[in-house]
Nanobody, 119 residues
Framework: QVQLVESGGGLVQAGGSLRLSCATSGSDFSFNDMGWYRQAQGKQRELVAAMTESGSTNYADSVKGRFTISRDNAKNTVYLQMNSLKPEDTAVYYC?????????????WGQGTQVTVSS
């Protein structure tokens, strides 16, 4: 069974930095896309950043220039470096991985890690 486990969340002051990590286990295949979503209280889950296996990236406009996604394909691990954090970045951050098979697509999610940015 594929599992994604996030780490690195916590409480930080505005302007500070955090680095999230997402380790995967239970898969004997690599993931096509890996990324991060977040969900603030009372809001819908939104894409923060994603990266394809070949290294193409996609960022939410609100985090461009402040967040950097990276991945280690050999370890099936994805990271999110978050700099210049703002109170509006406060949310539960979820790791996501997608694998496209011949006839189906499988999505995997972590349990989430809380990021709180104080003003």
């Amino acid at each position: 069974q594929v599992q994604l486990v996030e780490s690195g969340g916590g409480l930080v002051q505005a302007g500070g930095s955090l680095r999230l990590s997402c380790a995967t286990s239970g898969s004997d295949f690599s993931f096509n896309d890996m990324g991060w979503y977040r969900q603030a209280q009372g809001k819908q889950r939104e894409l923060v950043a994603a990266m394809t296996e070949s290294g193409s990236t996609n960022y939410a406009d609100s985090v461009k220039g402040r967040f950097t996604i990276s991945r280690d394909n050999a370890k099936n691990t994805v990271y999110l470096q978050m700099n210049s954090l703002k109170p509006e970045d406060t949310a539960v951050y979820y790791c996501h991985a997608e694998r496209r098979f011949m006839w189906s697509v499988a999505d995997y999610w972590g349990q989430g890690t809380q990021v709180t940015v104080s003003s």
